[in-house]
Structures are given as structure tokens and as C-alpha cells.
């Protein structure tokens, strides 16, 4: 009962402590975790000094924090799981994923370049075995980014470098732990220490981790629909299953926890937004950025606690080796920027990084919670000798003291020397321009609120006016301050219709009017659009909405299963998440020509609101497009998802009526419940029917003219004889030169035949391919698919069958093929004619 009391008494001050080092820590300028460090440290050596100078009265209530029954078990497995899964979910993948070759390589090579460093260059200098060296370069080899990506965010640095840097430390840390765990294994086990066996094993940890989390992660997302959109519910799985996938992977699957939580944490952070309703993620989201932080400053606190303890008997021998240790981990970590990382900008694996940035990388690379964590699991580990646990804590510690109230005191400092600490005018710009549009946002919601409510103009002026000089002034400040071009300011204006764009994507899956896996395709778009506008201007922009519109990568895999192994539906869920694409993003490019008009135009002005007006209409028409294929192929398909697509959208209408109504007191709960419930379908989207891609080949030989009027029987040895094949946009069906192996009839869909001199369009009912086969020599054009297209394939070793029962058919193909031939030497002769 005491304990409890105790214990609680003990963490209700520390968090007292914590809250009020917040806004202390803003004021003073510094990374918080260094004023809670200095707080934690000053605790913990109070009974030291009082001791010291005799003051024995008042060590009794300081004892109470230092004497906490908080073991190094509490720690790990209480905290280390949180810290981690949060990590995780605050992660933006997607934006990480275009750097994963850089991360990964950065993140485990230099994780295990650290380790070895620093564990070599003690190794002659200390008094313990090589492992144990080892083993706290690991330690020390987590890096805590915070304070570094808070002033890098603060300087607008460019967003890539950040990611790079966040990315970096999240895998850092995870391969950190996993090798941590297998070296402390060795130790533990006596093993001899093999390099080989070491790195398999650490493969093995970190692979199987993988695995183990992604998988995870795939099953709560899959649990997560299930409990009906309720918030708390869906909060409380995430928590639960930060614990059980760490647990699990250690103890059932023995691969590495930390790596399992943070892979489960980014699965459902990349997959989440799309499952999970918009105000429920920012809840969720929210609700893991306060665990976290609970749970990094105890840490913090805790643990400098107790660093005077651990530093009271350290003599000159220990400053020699830390010196050593920091030495050689801020060599290390120079080694991986200046020599690893060249080559990966030299391949464009990653952006270019300035010296500058490189050099604040490393002086920001302050060890935060996870060292301190680990440090203390060597320390209170019983298995340990001595000397092990003192060596491992005293450097540790010793390290993290270092590079808080060194590094971190001066991070700043460096930062401005390296002339990191301006925005650039760009940048500047585009910031207050974003700000400019919300305020004019609030000031028109101003308006709007006004007339519906009937309120006096003068209110609205008096409401409005802060704002409309606010817009003025950052029109003025951007029109006077920074000499941006005209291309800059339009590269700003996409960047903000690229935002929007994110909005209406994401506000479509709120409606529930689109599946997840499409929202998740948009969203990618979006994010991919507002990027390159950053980068490119109106180009980036450009192209990036062309690159929208190519078949990705799963639906070439599906493509390819189909036409190698004539696997049919993969392709077909492809294709029909084509259509729901399409259909969505014209939606979405439709709903962005307001915003230009309105918000964009009044910011920017007409001309570039002009200029976008245009860009936004060609998307729009390509879009459109290439809807419009899908749609001619498939129509009764389209019409069905824009159906449901209607009737989704009327469910949400409908449902928000109700609620208005309920919320105005004009229904009562029960009726209002079960309104809700006659409404059917509507907390769900409805499934996507299903898309036959029609390779029926009976129904496709019906299409065809030229087989027309043949009997039941005939019919059946025709169809016995020809193959289905459906090919999309682009598809080389016959390659000049080749061998004639096959004639192909279109039931539907359009070719293109590739002549020297022109191009002849075949459509829906004829043929090609037939020339090589009759003639015996080789393909003598491209064709290639126009749109998507149903094709019959007879090959050539039915072709000589074909022709004897089709007496009809075969009159037409020689007729054909003999007039094709005509006009193409007809042609080769006297090119310039022709083609006139
Ligand atoms: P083949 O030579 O086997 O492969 C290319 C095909 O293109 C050819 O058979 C014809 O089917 C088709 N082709 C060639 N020339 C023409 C033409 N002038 N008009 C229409 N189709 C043609």
C-alpha cells in the first residue's frame, strides 16, 4: 500500500517537473531533454552533497526519488515499447519510402561502423573484454534527432534533408537495439566473440523483426474497421498491440521487439490514414505524442536521477575513455556523412547534403532516452560482472551528459555560425503565403458564419479586419521584402493547391465515398504532386500529375501475371481500382478549379490564378481521358462505381442532415439512433462490385463480323481454336521483323499499325498479323494498342485449320491481306506520294 502511495507521490512530482521544463526549456532556447537531464541530475546528487556537508535531515524526502523500486525491467518493458510504436506512427513512410535505400544503408552500416569504431578504439585502453566494448559502442550508438529536426524545422531546411535525418535515427535506433541484444547474448552466454555469427544473427533479428511487425501491423489494421469507427476502442488496440507485438517477437518468435514495434508502428502509420476516419487518426495520433512524451521525460528524469551515483567515484582513468568514446562515435558518424553518403548523392539515392547540414548532423547528434535505457539494462542486470556493468554505465551516462549540455548548449549556436538559421526568402515566402490563405479561410468563414446567423455587417468588419491586414501584410511582405519571381510565386501557389488537393482526398474517404486502397493511391499523388511543385515549379507539377496517371508498378506486376501465367484476377482488381481512381481524382481536380478561383486568385492574383486555371484543366482533361478508355471498355462497370459513388455521397448527406437535426434538438436520441440505423450501409463503404474483364471468347467471337452467320457447330470449333487476350495502352502486340507466329482479331478496342510513312488505325471487328503467316516472311510492322483491347489469338498452327473451315473468312483475309500488301509497296515505291 505504501509503495503505491509512494511511487505515485514520486511520479506525480516528477511529471509536475516535467510540465513546468516545457515552457521553461522554450524560454531559455534549449532541447527540453537537457533542461530535465540538468533537473534529474541536480535531484539525484542533492543527498550526495547534503551528505557531504552533513545536512542528514533533509536526504530523507530527497531519497524518496532516488530510492525509486523502478527496476531497468520497468523501463524496457513499460516504456521502450511506446517510445518505439510512436516513433513509428509519427512517421510520414511514404515521404521516407522515396529515400529507403539511403536510410537503410545510412541507418544499419553506420549503426554497425559506430559499434565497431567505438568498441575498438576503447578496447586497448580499458580493462574489459572486446564485447563489452562492443557492446557500449551500441549503446551509444542510438541517436535522438529531436533537437536537431525542431531547429532544422525551425530554419525551414529543405524537407528531404529532414526526413533523411528522421528516417535515419528511427532504423538507427532499431538496429542500435537489435545488435545491443545480440552482443549482450554473446556476453551472457560466454560465447567466443565471432564477427560472422554476430552479423548473421543480427541479420536474422533484424529481417525477422521486420517481418514479425509488418505482419502485425497488417492484422491490426485489419481488426481496427471491425469495432465501428469507435475512437477509444481503435486507441486502446494500438496501445495493447505496442505491448503484445513486443513480447511476442521477443519471446515466441525470438527476433528483435524493437524492431517488430517500430515496423508495426510504421505499417499502420503509412496504411492507417486510409482505414481509419481523419478525426479519429489526429485522436490517435495526438493520443501517442502525449504517451510518448510521458514516457520520454520519465525516462529522462529517472535515469539522470541516477547519473550522480554512477559518477561519483569516476577518476581520470574513465574521463580518458569517455573522451576516447566521444572521440571516436563523432568520428564515426563524420565517416558515414562525408564518405558513405557521397557516393549515394553521386547515384542519386539521395539528395545532395550541404557540408553545412552534414556538419550540424553531427554536432546535433545529441543520446537521449534509449542510451540512458539501455545503459541501465546493463547496469541492473545481475548476470553482469561488476566492472561490466560499472564500465558500461559510467561511459554511458558520461557520453549523454556530454552531448546534452555540450552539443545541446551549443546546438544553436553552430547552427547560426553555419549560417543554418535564416529561412530563405523562398521559403520565407511560401510560409507566410500559407498563412496568408488560412487567414483568408478564417476571415470568409467570418462572412459565411455572418450571413447565416444574420449578424450586423459592423461585427463582421470588426471580426474580419485583423485578418484582411494580416493578408495584407503578408502580400506586402512578399511582394517588398523578397524580390520572388513570377515562377516562384507560382511555384507557391501549386504547392498550396497541392495542400488542398490532400484535403479534398482525404475529406472523400471522411464521406466514405472511396475505398481506403484508393484514397492511399490519391493521397501518394498528392503528397508526390505538392513535392515536385516545391522542388520544380509548374514542370514538377506537371509531371507529376502525368506520372499520376501511368499504370503503377502493381498493376504492370498484375499485367504480367496475366499475360505469363494467364492469371486473370490480379489484373482484374487492378482494373477496377483503376476506374475508382480515376473516377475519384476527377472529382478531386474538379473540386480544385473553386479553390483556384476563389482562395488562390485573391492571394495570387488573376494572372497566375489564370495560369493554374489552365494547368488544373489539362489534368482534368487527361483525367478525364483516361477514364473515358476504361469507361468505353468497360461501361455498364463505370456506371456501376459511379453509382455507388452517388449513392455513398447522397448516405453521407443524408446522415449529416440527421445529425444537424438531433444536434438542434428537433429528434429525440432514440429516433435520431434510429435514423441511423435505417440508414443502411452507410459506416460502411459499401463493397466495390466486382470487374469481369470479359474474356469470354464465345461472347467475343460474336462481335466479330467477319465470322458472322456461322452455325452452333462451327462456332464451337472456331472458339476451340482461338485464344482471348486483353492488352492495355501501349502494348507492342507485334514487333517488326519478328516471326509470324499468330493473327489477332479485336473484338473491342483500337491498334495501331506502324508503317514507314504512316500510321493505320485498325478498330473493333478486324484483324492483323495476318501477312507473315500467309506470305511466310517476317512481321512487316509495329502494332501497337491504341486503348484497352479484347483480342482473339488463332496461332499459326491452327491457322491452316481455321482457314478450311471458314471458307468466308478466309476469302476476306487473303482479299485483305493482298490490298495491305498492294498499298505497301505501292507506298515503298514512291514514298513521298503516299504520304501526301
Ligand atoms: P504482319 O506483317 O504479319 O505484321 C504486321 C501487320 O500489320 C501485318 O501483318 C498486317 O496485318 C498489318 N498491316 C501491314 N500493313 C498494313 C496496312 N497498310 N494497313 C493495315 N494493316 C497493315
Not at 125 to 137: I, K, N, Q, S
Not at 201 to 221: D, I, N, P, Y
Not at 702 to 720: N, S
Request: overall charge neutral; aromatic content about 8%.
Amino acid at each position: 500500500m505504501f509503495d503505491t502511495v509512494f511511487v505515485l507521490l514520486v511520479i506525480a512530482a516528477l511529471l509536475v517537473v516535467v510540465g513546468i521544463s516545457q515552457p521553461l526549456a522554450i524560454c531559455l532556447r534549449l532541447p527540453p531533454s537537457v533542461l530535465l537531464a540538468a533537473v534529474g541530475v541536480g535531484i539525484g546528487a542533492f543527498p550526495l552533497i547534503s551528505r557531504q556537508f552533513g545536512l542528514v535531515g533533509s536526504v530523507g524526502a530527497v531519497g524518496l526519488f532516488t530510492d525509486l523500486p523502478v527496476s531497468s525491467v520497468t523501463f524496457i518493458y513499460v516504456f521502450l515499447p511506446l517510445l518505439v510504436f510512436e516513433a513509428g506512427i509519427a512517421t510520414d513512410v511514404r515521404r521516407i519510402l522515396q529515400d529507403t535505400a539511403a536510410i537503410l544503408l545510412l541507418a544499419v552500416i553506420a549503426t554497425l561502423i559506430a559499434t565497431a569504431v567505438v568498441g575498438f578504439a576503447l578496447w586497448p585502453f580499458a580493462r574489459v573484454p572486446l564485447l563489452v566494448c562492443l557492446l557500449l559502442g551500441a549503446v551509444v550508438a542510438t541517436t535522438d534527432p529531436a533537437a536537431v529536426i525542431a531547429i532544422f524545422r525551425e530554419v525551414g531546411a529543405p524537407a528531404r534533408l529532414t526526413r533523411l535525418v528522421e528516417g535515419e535515427a528511427l532504423l538507427n535506433d532499431a538496429a542500435a537495439i537489435a545488435l545491443f541484444v545480440v552482443l549482450l547474448g554473446m556476453i551472457l552466454t560466454g560465447r567466443e566473440p565471432n564477427a560472422l555469427a554476430g552479423l548473421a544473427e543480427f541479420s536474422v533479428s533484424f529481417v525477422g523483426g521486420g517481418v514479425v511487425g509488418f505482419l502485425a501491423g497488417r492484422l491490426l489494421l485489419w481488426i481496427i474497421p471491425r469495432v465501428g469507427d469507435n475512437r477509444l476502442a481503435e486507441a486502446t488496440l494500438t496501445l495493447a498491440f505496442a505491448y503484445l507485438v513486443f513480447i511476442g517477437a521477443e519471446r515466441l518468435f525470438h527476433v528483435s521487439g524493437v524492431v517488430a514495434v517500430l515496423v508495426s508502428g510504421l505499417t499502420v502509420s503509412a496504411l492507417g490514414p486510409s482505414r481509419i476516419a481523419p478525426e479519429n487518426w489526429s485522436f490517435l495520433a495526438g493520443l501517442w505524442e502525449q504517451i510518448a512524451f510521458w514516457a520520454r521525460s520519465l525516462i529522462f528524469i529517472l535515469a539522470s536521477i541516477l547519473v550522480p551515483r554512477l559518477l561519483v567515484d569516476i577518476g581520470p582513468d574513465d574521463m580518458l575513455l569517455l573522451g576516447i568514446a566521444i572521440l571516436a562515435a563523432f568520428g564515426a558518424r563524420a565517416f558515414a556523412l562525408f564518405i558513405l553518403v557521397p557516393p549515394l548523392e553521386y547515384f542519386g539515392l539521395t539528395q545532395r547534403i550541404d557540408a553545412s547540414y552534414k556538419l550540424a548532423i553531427i554536432w546535433g547528434g545529441l543520446r537521449g532516452a534509449l542510451t540512458l535505457v539501455l545503459a541501465l539494462a546493463v547496469t541492473e542486470n545481475r548476470a553482469l560482472p561488476p566492472e561490466t556493468q560499472r564500465f558500461v554505465a559510467v561511459l554511458a551516462t558520461g557520453f549523454v551528459l556530454f552531448t546534452l549540455f555540450v552539443n545541446g548548449t551549443t546546438l544553436r549556436l553552430i547552427m547560426g555560425l553555419l549560417g543554418l538559421d535564416r529561412l530563405s526568402p523562398r521559403d520565407e515566402a511560401l510560409r507566410d503565403q500559407i498563412l496568408a490563405l488560412s487567414y483568408a479561410e478564417a476571415s470568409e468563414a467570418a462572412h459565411e458564419i455572418a450571413r447565416t446567423h444574420a449578424l450586423s455587417e459592423a461585427a463582421v468588419e470588426r471580426v474580419v479586419a485583423p485578418y484582411e491586414a494580416r493578408i495584407a501584410a503578408a502580400n506586402a511582405e512578399v511582394a517588398t521584402a523578397t524580390n520572388l519571381t513570377e515562377r516562384d510565386r507560382l511555384a507557391i501557389a501549386l504547392v498550396a493547391l497541392g495542400n488542398q488537393e490532400r484535403v479534398l482526398v482525404l475529406d472523400m474517404l471522411g464521406h466514405r465515398v472511396a475505398s481506403p486502397s484508393a484514397v492511399q493511391v490519391l493521397l501518394g499523388n498528392a503528397d508526390a504532386i505538392t513535392e515536385r511543385a516545391r522542388s520544380e515549379g509548374r514542370l514538377g507539377y506537371r509531371r507529376a500529375g502525368e506520372t499520376a496517371l501511368v499504370f503503377p508498378v502493381g498493376f504492370r506486376i498484375a499485367y504480367s501475371l496475366y499475360r505469363r501465367l494467364g492469371i486473370v484476377r490480379p489484373l482484374a482488381e487492378r482494373l477496377a481500382d483503376r476506374v475508382e481512381i480515376l473516377l475519384i481524382m476527377r472529382v478531386v481536380i474538379e473540386r480544385l478549379m473553386p479553390f483556384n478561383d476563389q482562395q488562390i486568385r485573391q492571394l495570387f492574383g488573376e494572372r497566375i490564378a489564370g495560369v493554374i486555371r489552365e494547368i488544373i484543366g489539362q489534368r482534368r482533361d487527361a483525367a478525364a481521358s483516361a477514364l473515358d478508355a476504361l469507361r468505353r471498355q468497360y461501361p455498364d462497370y463505370a456506371a456501376e462505381l459511379e453509382m455507388r459513388f452517388l449513392r455513398q455521397s447522397t448516405l453521407r448527406q443524408e446522415m449529416s442532415r440527421y445529425q444537424s437535426l438531433f444536434e438542434e434538438g428537433l429528434i429525440a436520441h432514440e429516433v435520431y439512433d434510429d435514423l441511423k440505423r435505417s440508414v443502411v450501409g452507410a459506416r460502411v463503404v459499401e463493397q466495390r462490385p466486382h470487374l469481369d474483364i470479359g474474356l469470354d471468347t464465345r461472347q467475343l467471337v460474336k462481335r466479330l463480323d467477319i465470322l458472322a452467320g456461322l452455325d452452333e457447330r462451327t462456332l464451337d470449333r472456331v472458339c476451340q481454336l482461338l485464344r482471348p487476350r486483353f492488352a492495355v495502352r501501349n502494348d507492342h502486340i507485334i514487333r517488326k521483323g519478328e516471326r509470324g507466329d499468330a493473327v489477332f482479331f479485336i473484338a473491342s478496342g483500337a491498334v495501331e499499325v506502324i508503317l514507314p510513312a504512316r500510321r493505320v488505325r485498325l478498330g473493333s471487328g478486324e484483324f492483323f498479323g495476318e501477312m507473315a503467316l500467309l506470305s511466310g516472311r517476317l512481321r512487316q510492322a509495329d502494332v501497337v494498342a491504341l486503348t484497352y483491347c479484347q483480342l482473339l489469338v488463332l496461332r499459326r498452327v491452327d491457322f491452316e485449320r481455321f482457314m478450311t473451315a471458314n471458307p468466308e473468312a478466309r476469302f476476306t483475309i487473303n482479299r485483305t491481306a493482298e490490298a495491305r500488301r498492294a498499298m505497301n509497296t505501292g507506298e515503298l515505291a514512291t514514298p513521298s506520294e503516299a504520304s501526301g
